[in-house]
């Protein structure tokens, strides 16, 4: 018989319940604190739910009613500088920060609504309803609430998808140097999400200061818990990763606030992340004013059974029984709350002149204009004004024999030697004498603490890239190692860090760097090796930069670093090794948004980017074709050099895109689509496209050749495009 030993978690996991002694030792202050944000929320979250039904709310309203003192008890204790971020259920967090960070010194039950907390509410309301003084100017709605200075980073309409960006703010706190602390609040739903798990464990890997505060309602729309996963006591998750976790009754304030406490005390140690389960309830169904039993899925004496152990009422009666508040003061506060939430509505409504005896619509003139649509995408670049530009024909100073794999790693060692805020992290990049493929040759010892070895989940360490760039006290550079792997970690790149800046108002600058490398030829298989530009360009804010030879990839990311957007890097394998100068002076940028015209000619202008330029130039010397070849080096929308492409296509009258990937994901797709648009009177024939076939590139080297564009290709391009003319010789 085999001998068995039982094991014990690592860290702890407690059950926390509050006593009638630990109410009595409660300070007055705070437990009034509490009763008044509390009413206050309540009555915002009704005001919504009563606009909603007028079909004032364009969208959903996800009602926190019941869920409140989870919020209430886990936030009054927190400092401003301390971030939260939640899911799309996150009014009633938002809430509590930002009343906690306008009156850090409480609240008043006796005259609670000051003019800020007015404000506050007026404008968070707002923002519900769409309109233009809301704090993120109506961009964000019910789902996505943002207010920086008070600490309030970001709720999230992706189940689980802000856990990451808050583990990247609790990094960015830790290495600034303070005890300040992340709160990540997700439902019960998330727990089984790869974002928070993948979290869990890098920030226990790295002991940084977040709280993973699990608000366990019990469903998922209207999925019970117990469907879906086989421990339904949520908390249980952090033992796999070591991870302290209280469980706590969320319907008492008190509870919550006291193992918040203890857990801050572990974090402000830092000694790493903490988990804290609240068992909530809410008492409406996932989005609008009815309860979960008119939809079947809960029955009416559950949702009593519950109601009976309201947040507020519990408040209310113990504060009553230590003789702090009576039932009139009960009503007073109440009635103020109610009070402030009529006169924020009605600064924002009015009766519809149009409609129905007691109809009500928004004001007009609050809507923000329609012009202010696409404001805020991404940045204006005014960060980049005043530094110094040169291209490499201008360049007259002294440099080396190299590769351009050699340049990615100097100029990553020059710009961190000049600028400590920059961290470059990714798998392996910390080994391997500088990676999997010498990119970052030397940067860990010389800059420890500042490239980091992740584990293998892009997903976590992406979107912990996304947070760090948000909180801006650093630059994060991060590395997939291929580019398929941005479908692992697609939405903390194109949901999140792409979309931060607009969808929060247009004014939160996200530096991030994302370098990859193209690896088309080199074996790996379909999911390894492609060109992820036309994806990309597809997605909004971001920008993309793609490099042909070393002395543009010194000058395009020290663009990159200085960008106050995120921006893709591409790189390709064939390029790493190709020989090249390498400039001793790696202080200037490539003039941003400028194409390279790499040789003149008058029968046609080919565009391409990459590896493919050079096969390009190889392909017009073996046809005699008199091309125009320009190398687009910034090839995202924006970015784009329309007026270097005009003046070529207005002189050739013909184009020919050529890039190396499939044709599914191609870049050209778009772009052909766009040249015609722009220049149809000056096109003598269709623009042409070299692209790969349909099928990702496979292991086998014959069918992977087969799969990918070279020179042989783009000489069939040539040809085609010189045979429509009819000047085939």
């Not at 999400?193 to 464990?201: A, K, R, T, W």
Request: hydrophobic letters at 40%; charged letters at 25%; a negative charge.
């Amino acid at each position: 018989m085999p001998r068995t030993t039982k094991l014990a978690p690592g860290s702890p996991w407690v059950q926390l319940t509050t006593t009638s002694a630990d109410w009595k030792n409660a300070d007055p202050a705070l437990l009034a604190t509490m009763l008044g944000q509390l009413h206050l929320i309540r009555a915002f979250e009704e005001t919504v739910l009563e606009l909603a039904g007028e079909g004032l709310v364009h969208g959903p309203a996800h009602s926190s009613i019941g869920q409140e003192g989870g919020a209430v008890g886990s936030i009054v204790g927190l400092r401003s500088s301390d971030g939260i971020n939640g899911s799309h259920r996150g009014h009633h967090q938002f809430l509590a920060k930002a009343l906690g960070h306008i009156a850090p010194d409480g609240l008043s039950l006796t005259d609670l609504v000051t003019d800020d907390i007015q404000d506050v509410l007026q404008r968070t309301l707002a923002e519900i309803l769409g309109l233009a003084q809301g704090f993120c100017k109506g961009r964000g709605g019910s789902m996505h609430l943002q207010w920086f200075e008070a600490g309030a980073l970001g709720t999230n309409a992706i189940v689980g998808g802000g856990v990451p960006l808050g583990a990247g703010n609790a990094w960015a706190q830790k290495h600034a140097g303070t005890s300040d602390v992340t709160v990540s609040y997700f439902g019960d739903g998330a727990t089984n999400i790869g974002s928070v798990l993948e979290s869990m464990n890098l920030t226990a890997a790295w002991d940084l200061p977040l709280v993973f505060f699990i608000e366990n309602n019990l469903y998922a729309v209207s999925t019970h818990v117990t469907e879906v996963t086989r421990e339904p006591r949520l908390s249980a998750r952090a033992l796999g990763f070591d991870i302290p976790s209280w469980r706590v009754d969320g319907m008492d304030p008190l509870a919550v606030h006291l193992a918040m406490e203890q857990a801050l005390g572990y974090l402000r140690e830092g000694r790493g992340p903490a988990v804290i389960e609240a068992d909530v309830y809410r008492y409406f169904h996932q989005n609008g004013p009815y309860p979960g039993s008119a939809f079947g899925y809960r029955s009416k004496t559950e949702e009593q059974e519950w109601r009976e152990r309201d947040p507020l009422r519990r408040v209310e009666r113990e504060m009553t029984r230590l003789g702090l508040l009576d039932e009139a003061g009960v009503r007073a506060v109440r009635e103020q709350a109610q009070a402030a939430m009529a006169a924020a509505a009605a600064e924002l409504v009015e009766a519809d002149p149009s409609g129905k005896p007691g109809t009500r619509r928004i004001r007009p003139d609050l809507w923000p204009d329609p012009e202010f649509v696409d404001v805020g995408i991404r940045g204006d670049l005014s960060e980049l004004e005043g530094g110094r530009e040169l291209e490499e024909a201008e360049y007259t100073g002294g440099t080396t024999k190299g590769k351009l794999v050699d340049a990615v790693a100097a100029v990553m060692d020059r710009r961190m030697a000049e600028d400590d805020r920059i961290v470059v992290l990714g798998e392996d990049v910390h080994r391997l004498k500088g990676g999997t493929n010498g990119a970052t040759k030397g940067l860990s010892e010389k800059y420890p603490g500042r490239v980091l070895g992740t584990p293998i989940s892009e997903n976590a360490f992406a979107g912990l890239g996304g947070g760090i760039a948000l909180d801006g006290r650093f630059r994060p550079v991060v590395e997939f190692m291929y580019p398929d792997f941005m479908w692992v970690a697609a939405d903390q790149v194109f949901n999140q860090i792409g979309k931060a800046r607009h969808m929060f108002g247009g004014e939160n600058p996200v530096p991030l760097v994302l370098r990859t490398k193209v690896a088309m030829g080199s074996g790996y298989g379909s999911q390894h090796l492609m060109d992820p530009a036309g994806i990309f360009a597809t997605s909004p804010g971001w920008r993309i930069m793609a490099a042909s030879t070393p002395f543009d990839y010194v000058g395009m990311m020290n663009a990159a670093l200085d960008i106050q957007d995120p921006v893709l890097m591409i790189e390709h394998v064939d390029l790493y090794a190709a020989a090249g100068e390498i400039p001793a002076d790696l202080d200037y940028r490539i003039p941003f948004g400028k194409a390279a015209v790499r040789r003149e000619g008058s029968d046609v202008t080919v565009i391409s980017y990459l590896s493919m330029v050079a096969h390009s130039l190889e392909a017009i010397e073996q046809t005699g074709v008199d091309a125009e070849l320009i190398d687009l080096r910034f090839l995202d929308r924006a970015s784009l050099d329309w007026d270097t492409l005009g003046e070529s296509i207005r002189k050739t009258n013909a184009v020919l895109i050529v890039e190396q990937g499939a044709r599914g994901t191609s870049y050209g797709s778009w772009l052909a689509d766009e040249i015609q648009l722009r220049f149809f009177d000056h096109l003598d024939q269709p623009v042409r496209r070299v692209t790969g076939s349909e099928a990702s590139p496979s292991i086998s080297k014959v069918l992977e050749r087969a799969a990918i564009a070279r020179t042989e290709e783009v000489v069939t391009g040539l040809e085609a495009v010189i045979a429509g003319f009819g000047k085939v010789d």
